[in-house]
């Protein structure tokens, strides 16, 4: 196994596409990295670096500290597990595995002791004299993870590789491959443009966009302190609620005000977050969870200073809970909510995001469609963002 | 609410039975199917049917064009202590050898035309140029390629005679043909690649492979098909196609040096105005490719 270094790595494309730009990522041995975002964000284009599948126009690309810039695939010693697995078709399950063992000299013996292994951990042992074509997508994919395994590579890549499976066995590779890859305590880079999958099975994720690094943390860490509009809105689902709002300050309280509604920012977020007294006065992106949002029957004590007039709009029942999405009354259209902010950035690039505000309450909140209903908002937990920048304010308490 | 059912149901019963009898719907279409299909049965009957039992007919007679005369199968063993037939077999036999060159060439120029080297779209059409042309054009331009002094003799600096000469002739007619084979198969080799994944390519690079190994592991399988249909048809050219080629270049000659059977048909029918015995060899040629077809789709079906 090995750790993986990119320094200042970036690919520009002959058409000057600047696929990713200067990206530093250091991944440990062993280690189990996402790399997310939304599609063209450069996540696939730097797995292909690592590969050897595609040039790299600037900057160093070290694995187990050797350069690896020039190095031919075969000379990388990592195993890459493709969207479309990528099979032989006219090779069975057995010889898919085999492949790379065999043109490697390995012996006989040894190529049939592994490829055994990997078929009994992948449950492909009935399978290994067919060919792909006779597979399910299920099974195609194990064998995809089969040929990766049996070679015991330095590291393991991999490009969306639940991406053609149903919800519900994506779901169960999902932990079947964290199984795997805690099991051989392999260096591992994912690619996903699924924020569950991403948040559900990496050390760490890091997150992209326009071929740039915006922030790599552990997965809490991501969802608890964003590091700038992007990360805020992209990991979470429901996404975060951001809105415009100006900061002003009130015989020594701050409020954040957007509409007609007004929220306190709390003395335990003012001290967690020391920078947004600066903004006093100016405006900023505030931004809370769905999950930071309750009912007003539920929160009798809440101040006015925490409350929402809300009209829900659409009310969803997943039995556990309710997603309600509501808009702030009359003023919602005179309202900047942040999706716009961060579509400007995009050039409209990302998918359109909804004008509304989500909470996630509990299942017998009482709650209806086309109905006024108050809800509180917890202002320990508010993110800050510079409209500008779209820069995080200080950091959010965890 | 019986009492509304029962006369009901009776007058549905009554109708049934007076309803003149249908055809089942399978009926009908197998019976639509054949009515359909009589004016193509016809045409293949009429034009290839009664002519091939026709030919059965001659081959087994002496006929000049007018008058026949029934000889049986004796002809067969007649022929078959011909010398000549021999030589003209043996021709094809030789000419089979042509067809891995008229295979191997085109695939390795369309593997380099696919890798996208420089200029490759302009080497598209000149690769394809020859298929363009027709084979009198062709014979011409390789009856003067190959002509004592000319441009061949001119680069490998000799004064040879290689249309003239029997132990050359062959080979000049043989290079001359896998030249004009390479456009098509050429083609068919690049819509084979066009159509091979490139990710299982660069699978088998990661796995570790040579340019070689994932040729040979990836494309080559994948190009099965399309090589199994470039041998037929190149194949097929090599026995039924040479005629204008042979005609242009050489005549069938020197002696029956570039004589093939379909030259040696013509040949025997038209300028000896032997018909009988042309048909005979007519027989000869179709049996000969029907081998070879039958070959070809037993290697199909057995996959």
């Not at chain 1, 015991?152 to 491959?177: C, G, T, Y």
């Not at chain 2, 029907?290 to 199909?300: M, P, R, S, T």
Request: charged fraction near 20%; glycine fraction near 8%; hydrophobic fraction near 45%.
């Amino acid at each position: 196994m090995a750790e993986i270094t990119f320094d200042r790595v970036t690919k520009v494309y002959p058409d000057g596409t600047s696929a990713v730009s200067e990206l530093s990522l250091d991944i440990a041995d062993g280690e189990f990295v996402v790399l997310v975002g939304p599609s063209g964000c450069g996540k696939t284009t730097a797995l292909r670096m690592v590969a050897g599948l595609e040039e790299i126009s600037r900057g160093e690309l070290r694995i187990g500290g050797r350069v690896a810039n020039h190095m031919l695939p075969r000379g990388r010693d990592i195993a890459m597990v493709f969207q479309n697995y990528a099979l032989y078709p006219q090779k069975s399950v057995y010889n898919n595995m085999a492949f790379a063992l065999k043109i490697r000299n390995v012996p006989k013996d040894e190529i049939d002791r592994r490829v055994r292994e990997a078929a009994r951990i992948l449950g492909l042992t009935q399978y290994l004299e067919r060919k792909p074509k006779a597979l399910s997508g299920g099974q195609r994919q194990r064998v995809a993870m089969g040929r990766a395994i049996v070679r015991e590579p330095q590291a393991f890549l991999m490009d969306e590789p639940l991406s053609n499976l149903d919800a519900k066995l994506r779901v169960d590779m999902r932990a079947e491959i964290a199984r795997i890859q805690r099991m051989l305590g392999a260096t591992t880079i994912y690619v996903t443009h699924d924020q569950v999958e991403a948040m559900t099975m990496g050390d760490r994720v890091a997150v992209m966009r326009g071929g740039i690094l915006q922030q790599v943390d552990a997965p809490e860490r991501l969802y608890e302190q964003p590091a700038n509009l992007f990360v805020a809105s992209f990991i979470g689902s429901p996404a975060m609620n951001l809105v415009e709002a100006s900061l002003e300050a009130e015989s020594g309280r701050l409020h954040c005000r957007f509409g007609d509604s007004s929220l306190a920012v709390s003395d335990i977020c003012r001290q967690a977050r020391p920078e947004i007294e600066a903004y006093a006065g100016r405006r900023v992106v505030v931004g809370f969870r769905s999950e930071d949002i309750t009912d007003a029957t539920s929160a009798p004590e809440a101040g006015a200073d925490r409350r929402l007039k809300a009209v829900i709009e659409v009310r969803e029942a997943l039995g556990s809970e309710i997603l309600a999405h509501f808009s702030l009354g009359e003023e919602r259209a005179g309202l900047a909510l942040a999706g716009d902010v961060i579509e400007e950035q995009d050039g409209g690039a990302s998918s359109p995001r909804s004008r509304r505000f989500v909470a996630r309450l509990g299942p017998r909140a009482p709650v209806r469609e086309g109905e006024r209903a108050e809800l509180v908002v917890d202002t320990d937990r508010l993110h800050f963002f510079d409209p500008e920048s779209g820069l995080a304010l200080g950091r959010s308490r965890t | 609410m019986a009492a509304l059912v029962t006369p009901v149901a009776m007058s549905r019963s009554v109708e049934r039975s007076q309803r003149p009898r249908r055809m089942r719907l399978s009926t009908q279409r197998r019976l639509t199917g054949l009515v359909l299909s009589i004016p193509a049965l016809a045409l293949v009957v009429a034009f290839v049917v009664i002519p091939i039992v026709q030919a059965v007919y001659y081959s087994m007679t002496q006929w000049n064009g007018v008058t026949s005369t029934w000889i049986g199968p004796s002809a067969y063993t007649q022929t078959f202590h011909n010398p000549a037939f021999w030589q003209v077999l043996t021709n094809n036999g030789l000419l089979l050898l042509a067809v891995p060159f008229a295979l191997a060439i085109p695939l390795g120029i369309a593997v380099l035309l696919h890798e996208r080297v420089r200029g490759w779209k302009f080497f598209r059409s000149v690769y394809f140029l020859p298929t363009a042309i027709s084979w009198v054009v062709i014979g011409m331009v390789a009856e003067r390629f190959f002509a004592y002094d000319g441009p061949l003799d001119k680069i490998i600096g000799s004064h040879t005679d290689f249309l003239g000469s029997s132990s050359t002739a062959l080979l000049a007619l043989a290079i001359t043909f896998v030249w004009s084979m390479i456009g098509t198969n050429t083609v068919i080799f690049l819509t084979g690649l066009a159509t091979l994944d490139t990710t299982v390519q660069e699978a088998a690079f990661v796995d570790g492979a040579t340019a070689w190994q994932s040729f040979s592991n990836v494309t080559l399988p994948h190009l099965k098909r399309f090589v199994q249909l470039a041998f037929i048809m190149t194949v097929i050219s090599a026995f039924s196609a040479l005629f204008s080629l042979i005609f242009v270049m050489t005549g069938g000659g020197p002696g029956y040096s570039t004589t093939t059977m379909e030259f040696f048909v013509y040949q025997t029918g038209f300028s000896q105005s032997e018909f009988g015995t042309a048909a005979l060899y007519g027989i000869v040629l179709f049996v000969m490719m029907a081998v070879v077809g039958i070959v070809q789709l037993k290697l199909i079906r057995s996959e």
